[in-house]
Every structure is written in structure tokens, then in C-alpha cells.
């Protein structure tokens, strides 16, 4: 039972280039989530999901896609990526089966767009 | 909206010192309260949770209670180690669902042995 993984674990990109950061569960959760953290800021949310086929958006979605085909799988695209941008991403899962549900974090992927 | 306040760190505490990091929240209804503690170069996991009005969460040695007439949830240990040296957390739920949680902007604490 790995939980929640990302990869990559750091990445650098130039403005303008494009990505996919990965997310994958394997504890058959239906939420996941998808956070920036920066400075200050604590963790502020993209995007989530409350299983396949369904996704919304969160606090801050702007220059970011998601898409939910599958349970396990949530990635997170940026199209063109900006300085902005450069944060430390974690995505999260949970069962959703309560306002007492425990949400479990990945490790982070850490990006710097130059 | 929802919203999270807690207090600025850094926190540097000396090894067996008495640990408070305040936390206040605004919110509509009765939301759920959660601490999660990020150790250095990991992803955030929860140390304790609340979801009721006097409830008290605990973990390691850690609690704190769910205040609603003052909004507050603030996290307290009696005796602090090394080995708590992390970021901590606190974030509030809706009542309707867990997946949305706001987040404070988090309070990073040094103990110093």
C-alpha cells in the first residue's frame, strides 16, 4: 500500500513550456485534491474531484487542468507555465465518507518555472 | 468565505518548554477543525481532528479543543521534543463535505534541545 504518490519530485521549467504533474492513490478513495503551498500562504486549493468523471474547481484553478478517468489517477496539467506558478504541489486523497474523514497527503512536487 | 488565522511564526522553543500555537477561524454552520503537521521534505499528514463544539482532539501528546464561542482551536503540548520541529497546520472543513479544507498559513516551530 504505497497511499499517495507524485512524481516528479522536482521539476524546472521555462515560461510558456507545458506539464503534467502525477497523482496516484491506491486506497480506492474517491476525493482527491490537488494544493499549492507558498510562502505565507499555507495551502491553497486548485482543484478537486469527487470521483471518476468529476472534477471542479477550487481557490486558485486559473492556468491549471485536471481530469478524473480513473479512481486512482488524478493529474494536474499546466498549459503554459508562468514564474507564478513556481510552488510546491501536493495532491490529496480521501474516502469522502464523512465531515470526520482523514485527508492523506503526497509527498509534494517542488517547481520552479523560470 | 471560509478562513483560517493562526499565529506567526516562527515558534523556537527550548526541549521540555510549554508548546500554544493559536488558531482562530471564521466560518457559516459548524464546521469540522483539523491540525496536520508537515515534517521537513514530506507531505502534510493529520495530527488531530475535531467536529463538535467542546470536542478535544488528541495525538502524541498534542490536543486541542473546538471552541465555537470563541472560534478557536488552538493546539497545545504540555512538553515539547526535537523531534516535533515541523510546520503546523490548522484548517477547517465545511460541514457539507471534506474535500474543499482551507488552510492557515501554517506556523513553523524549532525545538532547541
Known amino acids: 500500500n504505497a497511499g499517495v504518490t507524485q512524481t516528479p519530485k522536482f521539476q524546472v521549467l521555462k515560461t510558456g513550456q507545458s506539464m503534467t504533474l502525477q497523482c496516484a492513490q491506491d486506497?480506492?478513495?474517491?476525493?482527491m485534491s490537488w494544493y499549492r503551498q507558498d510562502p505565507g500562504m499555507g495551502l491553497r486549493l486548485i482543484h478537486y474531484?469527487?470521483?471518476?468523471?468529476?472534477?471542479d474547481q477550487g481557490e486558485v484553478p486559473n492556468g491549471y487542468n485536471v481530469s478524473r478517468s480513473t479512481t486512482e489517477d488524478f493529474p494536474l496539467r499546466l498549459l503554459s507555465a508562468a514564474p507564478s506558478q513556481t510552488s510546491v504541489y501536493f495532491c490529496?486523497?480521501?474516502?469522502?465518507?464523512?465531515?470526520?474523514?482523514?485527508?492523506?497527503f503526497g509527498p509534494g512536487t517542488r517547481l520552479t518555472v523560470l | 468565505g471560509n478562513s483560517v488565522t493562526q499565529m506567526e511564526g516562527p515558534v523556537t522553543l527550548s526541549e521540555e518548554a510549554f508548546l500554544t500555537i493559536n488558531c482562530t477561524y471564521t466560518?457559516?454552520?459548524?464546521?469540522?477543525l483539523f491540525w496536520y503537521v508537515q515534517y521537513p521534505g514530506e507531505g502534510l499528514q493529520l495530527l488531530l481532528k475535531?467536529?463538535?463544539?467542546?470536542d478535544k482532539g488528541s495525538n502524541k501528546g498534542f490536543e486541542a479543543t473546538y471552541r465555537k464561542e470563541t472560534t478557536s482551536f488552538h493546539l497545545e503540548k504540555g512538553s515539547v521534543q526535537v523531534s516535533d520541529s515541523a510546520v503546523y497546520f490548522c484548517?477547517?472543513?465545511?460541514?457539507?463535505?471534506?474535500?474543499?479544507?482551507?488552510f492557515g498559513t501554517g506556523t513553523r516551530l524549532t525545538i532547541i534541545p
Open positions: 466560518a457559516t454552520g459548524y464546521p469540522s
Open positions: 486506497m480506492n478513495h474517491e476525493y
Open positions: 475535531a467536529t463538535k463544539a467542546d
Open positions: 490529496a486523497s480521501s474516502n469522502g465518507q464523512g465531515l470526520t474523514d482523514t485527508q492523506y
Open positions: 474531484s469527487v470521483g471518476a468523471g468529476i472534477t
Open positions: 484548517a477547517l472543513s465545511p460541514n457539507f463535505g471534506n474535500e474543499k479544507l482551507t
